[in-house]
């Protein structure tokens, strides 16, 4: 709707509270619905007395949340009203849900505004981001978004189980099953890192079987191949195409307090079930005579090219009775 001349100005008006009066007093308190008001100034207020309009600054001030007669009022004295006229540029407190992001200029959200549980009170992702999942990031001062895509790197290793050895166990199993994950195609190589490694007796070799049923590991069909070099400067080269396990070193570990064997060993595409499994890997440690050894070894399982569920390292005879066992997945192979 248009208008002549200025169009109405829209202020927070309010109607005070009825006001009595007491003999001899000039001061009274405002109030609006029982709760204290303060009005910008005298000249925004509108007050009546006796049905006569007075004439603010003059007839009254105002003084925080009171309003102050210039003369004291008697008992017989009536304030009609006090009308407080507010702010006539101010639009007072909006309505809920009246404000829309047009009317927000801007730049004006800043930081200082921002809750400090903005992020915290968010419900946390569980797990590793989708791909097409956002960031927010700052390039050079200006706010963007990012695909996690982008950011989440290129390989690397994704842990899933750790044993630790600390007590006699005929074998190490890492078996698939409801609660502990080995191989179940997630990804096509596996690394296993053993560290520390002990055995109770002394002169002992580690071993390695395969299990297609997360129950019965296989004891036959094997073919491996190897050497290890001893700091005495012996070469001790290994082999078998038709054997109960992998062998992973030719020289016994010693079982002295000092004496320990680390192990890595990588396995192959262990889910499929197109070819034969076939695993590698690096050795070394102290033999029963004190020297360091060290080699390298290669095999797999010949018998079927069934899936491999799980795998135990074990000695040639004896007991293991320490050492850190941990299995790492090969992301994006």
Do not use: W
């Not at 097409?132 to 390989?155: M, N």
């Amino acid at each position: 709707m248009a208008y002549i001349g200025q169009s109405p100005s829209i202020g927070n008006f309010q109607v005070c509270d009825a006001i009595s009066t007491v003999n001899g007093q000039a001061t009274y308190n405002l109030t609006v619905s029982s709760v204290a008001v303060t009005p910008e100034t005298a000249l925004h207020v509108l007050c009546s007395v006796n049905g006569v309009l007075q004439k603010p600054g003059t007839s009254f001030t105002i003084v925080n949340s009171t309003i102050v007669f210039s003369a004291n009022l008697v008992t017989n004295d009536v304030v009609d009203f006090v009308h407080i006229l507010g702010s006539v540029l101010d639009l007072g407190v909006p309505s809920d849900d009246t404000v829309v992001a047009a009317k927000i200029s801007a730049n004006a959200v800043t930081g200082a505004k921002l809750n400090t549980d903005v992020i915290s009170a968010q419900t946390a992702l569980a797990a590793e981001p989708a791909d097409t999942d956002e960031f927010l990031v700052s390039d050079a001062g200006v706010l963007k978004r990012i695909d996690y895509s982008l950011i989440k790197g290129g390989g690397g290793f994704v842990h899933i189980k750790t044993q630790t050895i600390s007590s006699s166990v005929a074998s190490v199993q890492f078996i698939h099953g409801t609660s502990d994950v080995v191989f179940d195609g997630t990804y096509k190589a596996y690394k296993l890192i053993i560290t520390d490694g002990t055995t109770v007796g002394d002169g002992e070799k580690p071993h390695l079987r395969f299990t297609t049923d997360s129950s019965n590991f296989i004891t036959s069909g094997y073919s491996f191949s190897g050497i290890t070099r001893s700091a005495g400067n012996t070469d001790l080269s290994f082999h078998s195409n038709s054997d109960s396990d992998i062998r992973m070193i030719n020289d016994a570990i010693g079982n002295a307090a000092d004496e320990t064997f680390s192990i890595e060993v990588n396995f192959n595409n262990p889910a499929t079930t197109a070819v034969h499994k076939l695993v590698h890997g690096t050795v070394t440690g102290i033999e029963a005579s004190g020297n360091t050894i060290s080699g390298f070894f290669g095999g797999g399982y010949l018998g079927d090219t069934a899936a491999i569920t799980g795998f135990e390292v074990r000695l040639g005879g004896g007991n293991i009775d320490g050492g850190v066992y941990t299995l790492l997945g090969v992301v994006n192979s």
